[in-house]
């Protein structure tokens, strides 16, 4: 899965945002798929169905692409090595391999190599956003205790 990519052109992130203001204006409300015409670059007409929750995510990624940023897509199922587990908490491989070891993140093995699975890196980092949260509204309600110290 390991992906170099660049930062979108000026004139890629300008055709990826009209793109999606387009594909935004006919999203289906109904939930079923939607049938585009398609050219190719030979000229050529193909009729492609798309389903619906694929065109919410093409329009996603164009809307990405059109604010200038890279976007990966990683199916749910995946199983990542350290280095792409690292960068997706945006911490050091060290640090996230730190994580793994003390039982924080569940990982698998194969020879001396580790992998983990997408969905209980996202798990970790929502629990992680939760804990955080928990930890400002705790705050907060002791500034609150103690006369708004401003916290």
Partial sequence: METFQTLPSAEEAALAKASSQELSAILPVDGL???FNITSADGVVHNV?????????????????????????????????TQEGADILNISRPTFIKLLDAGEIPHSRTGNRRKVAFTDIVKYKDDLEI?????????????????????
């Fill in 33 to 35: 798929a939607s049938t």
């Fill in 49 to 81: 169905t798309i389903p619906a929750g694929a065109l919410k995510l093409m329009v996603e990624v164009l809307t990405q692409l059109g604010q200038g940023n890279v976007v990966n897509i990683t199916p749910i199922h995946a199983e990542l090595t």
């Fill in 131 to 151: 804990k955080r949260l928990e930890s400002l509204n705790a705050l907060s309600e002791l500034d609150q205790l103690m006369g708004g110290m401003g916290y």
